[in-house]
Structures are given as C-alpha cells and as structure tokens.
C-alpha cells in the first residue's frame, strides 16, 4: 500500500473510531462547537487496557518462572462474566504441557481460577451473576447450584487456594490462588495444571501450594498490594482446610 493509502486507511479508521466512541457515550460532542469530551467509558475503557497490560507484563517472569520450578503449566486469568479469561500461559520443557491459549474462555465454576475468584465475591454478587444460568456439569466434583457453588467459594476462601484433582478435565490436576492490588481487591488468579498424579502425594501437593501461594504474593506486591501479618512466612496454616 502506498503512503496515500495509508493516509486514506488511518483516516477511515479514525472516523470509524470517533463514531463508535460516540455511539458507545466514550466522547460526547460539547454543544455550540466542533469539540468533543473524553466520556467516563472511555477512561475507563484505557485504565482498563492499561492495568490489563501491566498485570500481564508483571505476571510472565514470575509465571515462567513457576511453570520451571514445578514443571507445569502456569496461567493468569481474569473473572469476565461467568467466564475465566486466560491472559497468560507458561509451560515447562515437557511433552505433558498445557493445551490451553491466550485467549481461551472456561467456565468459572468449575475451574480453579474461576473458583477462586468467585470466593472472594460476596455471595449476593454470586447469586446476581448467575441469575438465571445453568451451572453445566462437568464431573462429580461440579457445583450444580447456588447453594453449591457459594459453599465451595467460602471453602476455597478460607484455604486461600483451589485445589481439583480431574475435577474439570479428565487426567488433569490444578490449583489456584488469587491476585490482588494495592487495595486487597482480587483482579485475577493463577494457577498450576498438569497430570493429576503430580498433585497425588501430599508431600508434593505441600510444595505446590508454598510455590503457588508464593507467586501470587510476588505478584500482588508487584501491583501494591502489602501482605497481612497473618500471611506472612510462619504463620499457622491448616493445609488439610486446603484439601477437598
């Protein structure tokens, strides 16, 4: 394409872009002039964009990192709808890695990332996102309802951490912890995944969650957050509570 179509291209798609702005109330025309102002959508839209892309650049060394030390596959994800957004997947040198991709959508409750995030949401926020949904089933382990689905969440947030053992995908073993900001909100979840028989023995299910636990404390000081003195190194802690 020569340089006037490229001029031609970015000034379609820069019409096209203040027109869905427009339509999408992320600029709005200021009456008696040719003038636009920046919508809250749209703020909110870049501080979206924004933070997505530092919680990723944060997120990859230590994930890397993670996914060597234990030898299985690490992700990142985020809560969209009733949905976990993979944003992030690391995999170790092996032939058993991780089939999932950036990009991927699964369903929250019955995954480890969904599920942790779903626990630290309050129960009417629960009852309101799934409102008129079916739960679908995926193995004996799956919360088929409401009342379910919040009593798991309080388990899996008073462990701090979720375990599934071929709970959603045949063969395949996970946990996950939460991710949080400067505040103490959760923004996402990382887990591990592998062959189930890597988190059989529980001397080895006892390093997982150490490592896991401390990836997701790693990351959440990267975003500001401070850890509380009743999480930090030497405080008690059931491991079994962990377990389901």
Same mark, same amino acid.
């Given at each position: 394409?020569?340089?006037?179509?490229?001029?031609?291209?970015?000034?379609?798609?820069? =019409?096209h872009?203040? =027109?869905?702005?427009?339509?999408?109330?992320?600029?709005?025309?200021?009456?008696?002039?040719?003038?636009?102002?920046?919508?809250?959508?749209?703020?909110?839209?870049?501080?979206?964009?924004?933070?997505?892309?530092?919680?990723?650049?944060v997120?990859v060394?230590?994930?890397?990192?993670?996914?060597?030390?234990?030898q299985?596959?690490s992700?990142?994800?985020?809560?969209?709808?009733?949905?976990?957004?993979?944003?992030?997947?690391?995999?170790?040198?092996?032939?058993?890695?991780?089939?999932?991709?950036?990009?991927?959508?699964?369903?929250? =409750?019955?995954?480890?990332?969904?599920?942790?995030?779903?626990?630290?949401?309050?129960?009417?926020?629960?009852?309101?996102?799934?409102?008129?949904?079916?739960?679908?089933?995926?193995?004996? =382990?799956?919360?088929?309802?409401?009342?379910?689905?919040?009593?798991?969440?309080?388990?899996?947030?008073?462990?701090?951490?979720?375990?599934?053992?071929?709970?959603?995908?045949?063969?395949?073993?996970?946990?996950?912890?939460?991710?949080?900001?400067?505040?103490?909100?959760?923004?996402?979840?990382?887990?591990?995944?592998?062959?189930?028989?890597?988190?059989?023995?529980?001397?080895?299910?006892?390093?997982?969650?150490?490592?896991?636990?401390?990836?997701?404390?790693?990351?959440?000081?990267?975003?500001?957050?401070?850890?509380?003195?009743?999480?930090?190194?030497?405080?008690?802690?059931?491991?079994?509570?962990?377990?389901?």
């Open positions: 394409m020569n340089s006037r179509g490229v001029e031609l291209r970015r000034r379609i798609d820069a =019409h872009c203040r =027109h869905s702005l427009v339509n999408a109330e992320g600029r709005r025309p200021v009456a008696g002039t040719a003038g636009f102002q920046v919508g809250l959508s749209f703020l909110e839209l870049g501080a979206r964009a924004l933070f997505s892309q530092d919680l990723v650049q997120a060394p230590v994930l890397t990192r993670l996914a060597e030390t234990l299985l596959s992700h990142l994800g985020v809560l969209d709808g009733t949905d976990v957004l993979y944003l992030v997947r690391r995999t170790p040198n092996t032939p058993l890695a991780s089939n999932i991709r950036v990009g991927s959508r699964l369903p929250a =409750h019955a995954t480890t990332m969904g599920r942790m995030l779903l626990a630290h949401m309050p129960a009417v926020e629960i009852e309101r996102l799934y409102a008129g949904k079916e739960l679908q089933r995926f193995s004996d =382990h799956t919360s088929e309802t409401l009342d379910a689905l919040r009593a798991k969440a309080e388990k899996d947030r008073r462990a701090a951490i979720a375990w599934s053992e071929a709970h959603f995908e045949r063969g395949i073993g996970s946990a996950a912890v939460a991710v949080f900001d400067f505040a103490g909100t959760p923004l996402a979840a990382i887990n591990v995944s592998g062959p189930v028989n890597a988190f059989a023995d529980e001397t080895r299910r006892a390093v997982i969650g150490d490592e896991l636990r401390a990836a997701g404390a790693e990351i959440s000081r990267r975003l500001g957050w401070i850890e509380p003195d009743s999480k930090k190194p030497g405080a008690a802690r059931s491991f079994a509570e962990a377990g389901e």
